[in-house]
T-cell receptor, first 117, second 112 residues
């Protein structure tokens, strides 16, 4: 079984401050990990993804995430947030299933980020 | 231009009525998905398809049917809509073995 936990349902930060959104996963195999962002009344958009290699991956709009196998974590970071970063952020685990090639995706419950101007 | 488009974007239905949500993708992807999002929750997989004329059950298929008449189109059908099916529904597509999804903008369904 696989699972994704985002322990912080809501995070509020001031504009210009640094940000970390936490993500912990449980999976016995090698995970593919993603962060998606959902702006109000829109679908989800990919921020960044990790397949293998360098544990720090860069994404769009200054976001980065660090994969830690020992901690089973994939935390999202940004050095300086902007009010436009206010959105819901989802951590997603992909476990590829050989039969039929289905991408078994597990979503975290999301973290609502509010940036105070 | 949007590569995954959903219709309708918003719908109000009556309990017991039939609802069809449609999805069209121009990504040339084999995989298409229907997810449900409830307030305060992540997305849950209802049905998916990896080839035309074939659909598979996801994690919460009860009360839903799906249809994939072509690679580009994937529909979600609620034969007898219920109050508990009020939610926002997202369609997505992906290539094989990438895990990266491309989402539509969602369809907000309210069942009264």
């Amino acid at each position: 079984a696989q699972s994704v936990t985002q322990p912080d349902a809501r995070v509020t930060v001031s504009e210009g401050a640094s940000l970390q959104l936490r993500c912990k996963y449980s999976y016995s195999g090698t995970p593919y990990l993603f962060w998606y962002v959902q702006y109000p009344r829109q679908g989800l958009q990919l921020l960044l993804k990790y397949y293998s290699g360098d544990p720090v991956v860069q994404g769009v709009n200054g976001f980065e995430a660090e994969f830690s196998k020992s901690n089973s974590s994939f935390h999202l970071r940004k050095a300086s947030v902007h009010w436009s970063d206010s959105a819901v952020y989802f951590c997603v685990l992909s476990a590829l299933v050989a039969t039929g090639g289905n991408n078994k995706l597990t979503f975290g419950q999301g973290t609502v980020l509010s940036v105070i101007p | 231009e949007a590569a995954v488009t959903q219709s309708p974007r918003s719908k109000v239905a009556v309990t017991g009525g039939k609802v069809t949500l449609s999805c069209h993708q121009t990504n040339n992807h084999d995989y298409m998905y229907w997810y449900r999002q409830d307030t305060g929750h992540g997305l849950r997989l209802i049905h998916y398809s990896y080839v035309a004329d074939s659909t598979e059950k996801g994690d919460i298929p009860d009360g839903y049917k799906a249809s994939r008449p072509s690679q580009e189109n994937f529909s979600l059908i609620l034969e007898l809509a219920s109050l508990s099916q009020t939610a926002v529904y997202f369609c997505a597509s992906s290539g094989q073995n990438t895990g990266q999804l491309y989402f539509g903008e969602g369809s907000k369904l309210t069942v009264l």
